[in-house]
Protein backbone atom coordinates (compact mmCIF):
# COMPACT_ATOMS: atom_id res chain seq x y z
CA UNK A 1 0.00 0.00 0.00
CA UNK A 2 0.93 3.45 -0.35
CA UNK A 3 1.64 5.81 2.58
CA UNK A 4 0.34 8.92 3.41
CA UNK A 5 1.33 11.49 0.92
CA UNK A 6 1.34 15.42 1.49
CA UNK A 7 1.95 18.53 -0.82
CA UNK A 8 3.24 20.60 -0.73
CA UNK A 9 6.31 19.30 0.85
CA UNK A 10 8.05 23.21 1.52
CA UNK A 11 6.06 26.36 1.56
CA UNK A 12 7.30 29.78 2.09
CA UNK A 13 4.59 32.35 2.81
CA UNK A 14 4.49 35.83 4.19
CA UNK A 15 2.73 37.21 7.22
CA UNK A 16 -0.90 37.43 6.75
CA UNK A 17 -1.18 35.39 4.22
CA UNK A 18 -3.35 32.14 3.91
CA UNK A 19 -2.09 28.59 3.38
CA UNK A 20 -3.86 25.04 2.49
CA UNK A 21 -1.65 21.81 2.86
CA UNK A 22 -2.80 18.63 1.39
CA UNK A 23 -3.06 14.94 2.97
CA UNK A 24 -3.82 11.49 1.08
CA UNK A 25 -4.12 8.98 3.75
CA UNK A 26 -3.36 5.00 3.03
CA UNK A 27 -6.10 3.56 0.66
CA UNK A 28 -8.84 2.49 2.86
CA UNK A 29 -7.86 4.68 6.02
CA UNK A 30 -11.02 6.76 7.17
CA UNK A 31 -9.54 8.99 9.74
CA UNK A 32 -6.82 11.88 8.95
CA UNK A 33 -5.25 13.72 11.59
CA UNK A 34 -3.02 16.80 11.60
CA UNK A 35 -0.36 17.65 13.92
CA UNK A 36 2.05 20.81 14.19
CA UNK A 37 5.57 20.01 15.20
CA UNK A 38 8.10 23.00 16.45
CA UNK A 39 11.08 22.02 18.44
CA UNK A 40 10.00 23.60 21.48
CA UNK A 41 7.07 22.13 21.63
CA UNK A 42 6.92 18.50 19.64
CA UNK A 43 4.11 17.36 18.63
CA UNK A 44 0.66 19.33 18.84
CA UNK A 45 -2.70 17.51 17.44
CA UNK A 46 -4.84 19.95 15.46
CA UNK A 47 -8.07 17.80 14.65
CA UNK A 48 -8.68 14.91 13.52
CA UNK A 49 -11.29 14.17 10.17
CA UNK A 50 -13.33 10.77 9.45
CA UNK A 51 -16.23 10.57 7.22
CA UNK A 52 -16.02 14.49 5.84
CA UNK A 53 -16.33 15.59 9.69
CA UNK A 54 -14.55 17.13 12.33
CA UNK A 55 -14.56 14.18 15.17
CA UNK A 56 -11.62 15.90 17.50
CA UNK A 57 -10.59 19.30 18.01
CA UNK A 58 -6.76 20.11 19.98
CA UNK A 59 -6.48 23.69 21.23
CA UNK A 60 -5.35 26.04 18.35
CA UNK A 61 -7.27 29.67 17.44
CA UNK A 62 -9.62 29.20 14.84
CA UNK A 63 -7.17 30.58 12.03
CA UNK A 64 -6.50 26.69 11.45
CA UNK A 65 -9.39 24.72 9.96
CA UNK A 66 -9.55 22.05 7.72
CA UNK A 67 -11.94 19.78 5.79
CA UNK A 68 -12.44 16.22 4.59
CA UNK A 69 -13.26 15.02 0.91
CA UNK A 70 -15.46 11.94 0.35
CA UNK A 71 -12.14 10.21 -0.59
CA UNK A 72 -10.76 10.53 2.90
CA UNK A 73 -8.23 12.97 1.33
CA UNK A 74 -8.11 15.94 3.64
CA UNK A 75 -6.96 19.76 3.43
CA UNK A 76 -5.65 22.01 6.14
CA UNK A 77 -5.91 25.49 6.16
CA UNK A 78 -4.62 28.46 7.49
CA UNK A 79 -5.42 31.95 7.20
CA UNK A 80 -3.73 35.02 8.22
CA UNK A 81 -0.37 33.54 9.29
CA UNK A 82 1.61 34.74 11.77
CA UNK A 83 5.52 33.75 12.65
CA UNK A 84 4.79 31.39 15.13
CA UNK A 85 3.33 29.40 12.42
CA UNK A 86 5.79 28.40 10.95
CA UNK A 87 6.52 24.64 12.03
CA UNK A 88 6.43 21.49 10.17
CA UNK A 89 2.98 19.94 9.71
CA UNK A 90 2.26 16.51 10.03
CA UNK A 91 -0.92 14.37 8.90
CA UNK A 92 -1.68 11.01 10.23
CA UNK A 93 -4.05 8.80 9.01
CA UNK A 94 -5.61 5.63 10.90
CA UNK A 95 -8.34 3.22 9.65
CA UNK A 96 -10.79 4.97 12.52
CA UNK A 97 -12.73 2.21 13.65
CA UNK A 98 -14.61 3.90 16.51
CA UNK A 99 -13.20 2.20 20.04
CA UNK A 100 -10.69 0.44 18.60
CA UNK A 101 -6.92 0.58 19.28
CA UNK A 102 -5.00 2.08 16.52
CA UNK A 103 -1.52 3.23 15.17
CA UNK A 104 -1.21 6.21 13.06
CA UNK A 105 0.87 6.10 10.11
CA UNK A 106 2.55 9.70 9.47
CA UNK A 107 3.54 11.35 6.33
CA UNK A 108 6.46 13.25 5.75
CA UNK A 109 5.07 16.76 6.25
CA UNK A 110 4.90 19.95 4.53
CA UNK A 111 7.51 22.35 6.34
CA UNK A 112 6.13 25.83 6.03
CA UNK A 113 7.94 29.25 6.61
CA UNK A 114 6.15 32.29 7.23
CA UNK A 115 8.28 35.27 6.59
CA UNK B 1 -5.29 16.71 31.81
CA UNK B 2 -3.84 13.63 29.86
CA UNK B 3 0.18 13.96 29.31
CA UNK B 4 3.10 12.39 27.88
CA UNK B 5 6.58 12.80 29.80
CA UNK B 6 9.54 12.44 28.50
CA UNK B 7 12.96 13.12 30.94
CA UNK B 8 15.34 12.86 28.76
CA UNK B 9 15.34 15.28 25.88
CA UNK B 10 18.76 15.22 24.52
CA UNK B 11 20.77 12.25 24.57
CA UNK B 12 24.15 11.45 23.60
CA UNK B 13 25.81 8.00 23.57
CA UNK B 14 28.81 6.29 21.89
CA UNK B 15 28.14 3.37 19.59
CA UNK B 16 27.78 -0.44 21.28
CA UNK B 17 26.50 1.53 24.69
CA UNK B 18 23.12 0.75 26.35
CA UNK B 19 20.04 3.09 25.60
CA UNK B 20 16.84 3.46 27.55
CA UNK B 21 14.64 6.15 26.94
CA UNK B 22 11.98 7.18 29.85
CA UNK B 23 8.73 7.93 29.48
CA UNK B 24 5.89 8.40 31.40
CA UNK B 25 1.87 8.89 30.96
CA UNK B 26 -1.00 10.54 33.18
CA UNK B 27 -4.07 8.41 32.63
CA UNK B 28 -5.98 6.26 34.12
CA UNK B 29 -7.75 3.21 32.93
CA UNK B 30 -6.92 1.29 29.56
CA UNK B 31 -3.90 2.89 27.50
CA UNK B 32 -2.69 1.85 24.30
CA UNK B 33 1.17 3.57 23.96
CA UNK B 34 3.21 3.70 21.53
CA UNK B 35 7.43 4.71 20.59
CA UNK B 36 7.77 6.18 17.14
CA UNK B 37 10.94 7.29 15.51
CA UNK B 38 12.01 10.25 13.25
CA UNK B 39 15.40 9.67 11.56
CA UNK B 40 16.66 12.81 9.96
CA UNK B 41 14.87 14.31 6.85
CA UNK B 42 12.86 11.57 7.40
CA UNK B 43 8.68 10.69 8.59
CA UNK B 44 7.70 9.36 11.89
CA UNK B 45 7.68 5.72 11.63
CA UNK B 46 6.12 3.29 14.17
CA UNK B 47 8.81 1.64 16.28
CA UNK B 48 6.58 -0.35 18.76
CA UNK B 49 3.43 -0.39 20.56
CA UNK B 50 1.56 -1.71 23.36
CA UNK B 51 -1.80 -2.35 23.27
CA UNK B 52 -2.51 -5.61 25.63
CA UNK B 53 -0.80 -8.55 27.23
CA UNK B 54 3.05 -9.17 27.35
CA UNK B 55 4.41 -6.11 28.57
CA UNK B 56 7.51 -6.09 27.51
CA UNK B 57 7.16 -5.29 23.82
CA UNK B 58 9.99 -5.66 20.72
CA UNK B 59 10.47 -3.59 18.09
CA UNK B 60 11.82 -2.64 14.78
CA UNK B 61 16.00 -2.32 14.86
CA UNK B 62 16.18 -4.36 17.76
CA UNK B 63 14.01 -1.66 20.11
CA UNK B 64 12.19 -3.14 23.04
CA UNK B 65 9.97 -1.47 25.35
CA UNK B 66 8.51 -2.30 28.97
CA UNK B 67 5.08 -1.48 30.03
CA UNK B 68 4.88 -0.85 33.91
CA UNK B 69 1.49 -0.09 34.92
CA UNK B 70 2.16 0.31 38.37
CA UNK B 71 4.54 3.30 37.29
CA UNK B 72 2.48 4.56 34.19
CA UNK B 73 5.99 4.34 32.37
CA UNK B 74 7.06 2.66 28.77
CA UNK B 75 10.41 3.07 28.79
CA UNK B 76 12.29 2.42 25.27
CA UNK B 77 15.58 -0.30 25.88
CA UNK B 78 18.24 -1.18 23.18
CA UNK B 79 21.10 -3.27 24.54
CA UNK B 80 23.57 -1.48 22.11
CA UNK B 81 23.00 1.35 19.63
CA UNK B 82 24.45 2.20 16.76
CA UNK B 83 25.30 5.39 14.51
CA UNK B 84 22.57 4.65 12.20
CA UNK B 85 19.64 5.09 15.50
CA UNK B 86 20.84 8.86 15.40
CA UNK B 87 17.20 10.36 15.46
CA UNK B 88 14.17 12.41 17.23
CA UNK B 89 12.24 9.71 19.68
CA UNK B 90 8.51 10.51 20.56
CA UNK B 91 6.74 8.73 23.25
CA UNK B 92 3.05 8.42 22.42
CA UNK B 93 -0.29 7.25 24.79
CA UNK B 94 -3.85 6.85 23.46
CA UNK B 95 -6.62 6.61 25.92
CA UNK B 96 -8.87 8.23 28.74
CA UNK B 97 -11.57 7.71 26.04
CA UNK B 98 -10.01 8.79 23.27
CA UNK B 99 -8.37 7.19 20.56
CA UNK B 100 -5.72 10.30 19.69
CA UNK B 101 -2.63 10.02 21.04
CA UNK B 102 -1.16 12.42 23.14
CA UNK B 103 3.01 12.97 22.36
CA UNK B 104 5.27 13.51 24.44
CA UNK B 105 8.35 16.40 23.34
CA UNK B 106 10.69 13.89 22.38
CA UNK B 107 14.32 12.75 22.91
CA UNK B 108 16.93 13.65 20.64
CA UNK B 109 19.25 11.09 20.63
CA UNK B 110 23.06 11.44 18.68
CA UNK B 111 25.07 8.19 18.78
CA UNK B 112 28.95 9.42 17.70
CA UNK B 113 30.74 6.37 15.79
Known amino acids: KAGVTQTPRYLIKTRGQQVTLSCSPISGHRSVSWYQQTPGQGLQFLFE???????NKGNFPGRFSGRQFSNSRSEMNVSTLELGDSALYLC??????????????FGPGTRLLVL | AQSVSQHNHHVILSEAASLELGCNYSYGGTVNLFWYVQYPGQHLQLLLKYFSGDPLVKGIKGFEAEFIKSKFSFNLRKPSVQWSDTAEYFCAAQGGGSYIPTFGRGTSLIVHP
Open chain 1, 49 to 55: YFSETQR
Open chain 1, 92 to 105: ASSPGLAGGAETQY
